[in-house]
């Protein structure tokens, strides 16, 4: 790995994501610092768009939101200034869900943890105070300097009194920037692999609701009992252990599920399809579910008896997936046949147009068609649970005339749907 990181011209080191206010004039100077201090700091090309900021990097004439979201997909580090107002702002939250996305991608694909967001203090925020996903990012901020992580940046650059603190934050923060870039190597993506956008920060209540708990279910093969003319390669001990996207896909595809759901703040259970089976088929007040199904079961009769067995109930708070891959030479050479066992395993859930499968209008061929699809159908299950779920109205005389609400806006990401090369034909 080089020692100087560089990047294409077109393609910004890092993203500065921070609330907008008055005050943003302040911002800018210290992106235009940062910029500088990490141009000096690598051999990026003195052309080269060093930071992303919404208010200083827009081409005239172009939609925000388009830029945005094409930043988000190719920067390498996204860098968002904390402060109690940042996690109040839902676009704000959308942004660093976006980026989330990203990284959750890139890790299902490259083993490790990259550490490609850097978060740095505007104003000084309480731990108990931030949103879990925040939580989770480790950074020591007295790394920067005491009177930093005492006062933050803004009290730093608005105080000629701290003006070598300013100095000494704006070059340590660049140092952790570059090595976040260095050592993660972030994949850039499309805009359009971000799939629905959800508000990061967003805290769902301390005890989670029937319709905020989600149960993953793998209905997989194993590596003692594979289907006749599978490799054991994409299994494992357990049906969990699936990964049908190997071996560019470094974690099982039930984990991946489970972090997708999690960043848009359900609660997650991940079962097999035999543990998970009385679950499935209870109560629908107990939980979303979502059914991953391994195209090769219907190759084999004693594996397929209780799933096809499953697909004569009604459950429409479970939605199903069929993860297909294109690159997987096994599945390419008997997809024929797979996809006749499927039509005799699943033949209700199926013909459901909903239901993302290689027979449907909406196939999953790759991890990223996957990743996108998976909050579509997590959504379908729960505005069809809203629509059946009882109403509890409170007490109080009954309006002749009640006014009905449409469904809640669950986010449906930036409007303008674009890839990193221009607008989405889509």
């Known amino acids: 790995m080089s020692k100087y990181p560089t990047v294409e011209t077109s393609a910004p080191y890092f993203f500065l994501a921070y609330a907008h206010t008055p005050e943003s004039s302040w911002v800018s100077k210290l992106f235009k610092d940062l910029s500088a201090e990490i141009l000096e700091r690598t051999t990026l090309p003195t ?214 759901a999690r960043l848009h703040s359900y609660e997650t259970t991940l079962l097999s399809f035999d543990d998970g089976y009385e679950a499935l088929r209870g109560s629908r007040s107990s939980s979303l579910g979502i059914l991953l199904v391994d195209a090769w079961l219907g190759t084999d009769p004693d594996l397929s008896e209780k799933l096809h067995a499953f697909d004569d109930l009604e459950l429409d708070w479970l939605g199903t997936m069929v993860p297909w891959n294109q690159e997987d030479k096994e599945t390419r050479r008997r997809s024929d046949e797979l996809k006749r066992g499927l039509e005799r395993l699943l033949p209700n859930r199926l013909s459901d147009i909903r239901t993302p499968a290689p027979l449907s209008s909406l196939p999953i061929q790759t991890l990223e068609q996957f990743g996108a699809q998976l909050p579509r159908v997590i959504n379908g299950v729960l505005y069809r649970y809203l629509d059946r779920a009882q109403a509890h109205p409170p007490a109080g005389p009954t309006l002749s005339q009640p006014h009905l609400a449409g469904p809640p806006d669950y986010g449906s990401g930036w409007s303008s749907q674009t890839d990193a090369g221009g607008p989405d034909a889509d």
């Open 47 to 260: 052309a080269a768009q060093v930071g992303f900021m919404d208010d200083s990097a827009i081409q005239l004439g172009r939609e925000w939101r388009e830029e945005v979201g094409v930043a988000l997909a190719n920067c390498r580090v996204f860098v968002p200034l904390y402060s109690p107002r940042y996690f109040t702002r839902e676009e704000c939250g959308r942004e660093w869900h976006a980026f989330a996305q990203r990284v959750l991608s890139h890790r299902a694909r490259v083993s490790g943890n990259p550490s490609a967001i850097v978060p740095a203090l505007w104003t000084p925020v309480d731990l108990e105070d931030m949103p879990e996903a925040a939580r989770r990012i480790q950074m020591n901020h007295r790394s920067l300097g005491a009177e930093y992580a005492r006062e933050g940046l803004y009290t730093l650059i608005k105080n000629s009194f701290y003006e070598q603190s300013y100095v000494t934050a704006v070059q340590e923060l660049a140092k952790h920037i570059i090595s976040a870039a260095e050592s993660s190597q972030l994949r850039s993506c499309r805009v359009s692999d971000f799939g629905t956008l959800h508000n990061a920060f967003h805290q769902p209540d301390r005890k989670t609701p029937a319709d905020r708990r989600l149960t993953v279910v793998v209905a997989a093969a194993t590596k003692d009992r594979l289907p006749p003319g599978r490799s054991s390669e994409y299994y494992g001990a357990s049906p969990q252990d699936w990964n049908p996207y190997h071996p560019h896909s470094q974690q099982t595809i039930g984990q991946y599920a489970s972090e997708i």
